[in-house]
């Protein structure tokens, strides 16, 4: 079985800040990690994935991720957040056999100007 | 191109009655889920098609829930006899093919909302 933890239901940083939302794993099986972004009344859009390429992966919009296999964990950041940063954010597993999404619980991701 | 689009975007309805969402998805995609985002549950897996495979249907809650896929393309997710609890947002995704590492593309979703 694989799941995900995320934590932190709401996070919240100044506009310029650094942006942390964490993520770790749980797998049976080498994980393929997802970060989606889902804006208000919008469905998911990918911001990057990790497939064991390379452990540091760049996604859209200046956001980043470390896979770390020793902690189990691929926390997204960004080094400086913007407004249209706000969001929900969420990470996702899959692997093995097991193409669909196994999604964590979210992160609300609050700009503050 | 275009990308997954779903319909209706809202729907309210009655306790008991059945409804039908759509999916329309990416053109040439072979793979298309649906999940269930809610409150309480996060966001859930619910079907997957592949192609001309049997559907992946160990995520659908119980009997009332079923879901089709005409000719490869079109999904239709149909809820019957709604109950309040199936009150959530449904997402429709695509991906281009059975790949573990392939990205899912999401469509805006259906709210449904059940009185």
């Known amino acids: 079985a694989q799941s995900v933890t995320q934590l932190g239901s709401h996070v919240s940083v100044s506009e310029g800040a650094l942006v942390l939302l964490r993520c770790n794993y749980s797998?049976?099986?080498?994980?393929?990690l997802f970060w989606y972004v889902q804006y208000p009344n919008q469905g998911l859009q990918l911001l990057l994935k990790?497939?064991?390429?390379?452990?540091l992966v760049k996604g859209i919009n200046g956001f980043e991720a470390e896979f770390k296999k020793s902690d189990t964990s691929i926390h997204l950041t960004k080094p400086s957040a913007h407004m249209s940063d706000a969001a929900e954010y969420f990470c996702?597993?899959?692997?093995?056999?097991?193409?669909?999404?196994?999604f964590g619980k979210g992160t609300l991701l609050t700009v503050n100007p | 191109g275009a990308g997954v689009s779903q319909s209706p975007s809202n729907k309210v309805t009655e306790k008991g009655k059945d409804v039908e969402l759509r999916c329309d998805p990416i053109?040439?995609?072979?793979?298309l889920y649906w999940y269930r985002q809610s409150l309480g549950q996060g966001l859930e897996f619910l079907i997957y098609?592949?192609?001309?495979?049997?559907?992946?249907k160990s995520g659908l809650p119980s009997d009332r829930f079923s879901a089709e896929r005409t000719g490869g393309s079109v999904s239709t997710l149909t809820i019957q006899r709604t109950q309040q609890e199936d009150s959530a947002v449904y997402l429709c995704?695509?991906?281009?093919?059975?790949?573990?590492?392939?990205?899912?593309?999401f469509g805006p979703g259906t709210r449904l909302t059940v009185l």
């Open positions: 990790y497939t064991s390429a390379a452990t």
């Open positions: 995704a695509s991906s281009p093919d059975r790949g573990l590492t392939d990205t899912q593309y």
């Open positions: 996702a597993v899959s692997g093995g056999s097991n193409y669909k999404l196994t």
């Open positions: 098609f592949q192609g001309n495979s049997a559907p992946d």
């Open positions: 053109s040439g995609h072979t793979a």
């Open positions: 797998s049976s099986v080498p994980p393929y």
